[in-house]
């Protein structure tokens, strides 16, 4: 893999953890007792970004490394992947 590769994995691997932890623990307006004039009462009281933040780089870190691991070992090669999905014809 070149150095490009690895860094665009990470990168999809990163947005794709974030998309999976942008919903955790969030907690509503209405949930909180606060609603604020001109929101939506479904809107999150606070979004603690700054956490997911660093949440998301420690478990897409994990998880690229697993990728990465996965990849140069060829655990999974090409080959394997074409067999799965072909279809006989």
Same mark, same amino acid.
């Given at each position: ?6 860094? *665009?994995?990470?990168? /999809? %691997?990163?947005? &794709? ?8 623990? *969030? =907690?509503?307006?209405?949930?909180? #007792? +606060?609603?604020?004039? #001109? %929101?939506?009462? #479904?809107?999150?009281? +606070?979004?603690?970004?700054?956490? =997911? ?6 478990? &897409? ?8 691991? *996965? ?9 394997? /992947? ?6 006989? *014809?």
């Amino acid at each position: 893999m070149t150095i490009t590769s690895v860094i *665009v994995l990470y990168a /999809i %691997t990163w947005f &794709a953890v974030l998309f999976m932890v942008l919903p955790l623990f *969030v =907690k509503s307006q209405d949930e909180a #007792g +606060e609603v604020e004039p #001109g %929101t939506s009462p #479904g809107a999150p009281d +606070e979004s603690m970004m700054r956490k =997911k933040l660093i949440w998301t780089t420690i478990a &897409a870190t994990v998880v690229w490394a697993l990728e990465l691991l *996965v990849i140069r070992s060829e655990i999974i090669s090409l080959e394997d /992947i074409t067999a799965i999905f072909s279809r006989p *014809v």
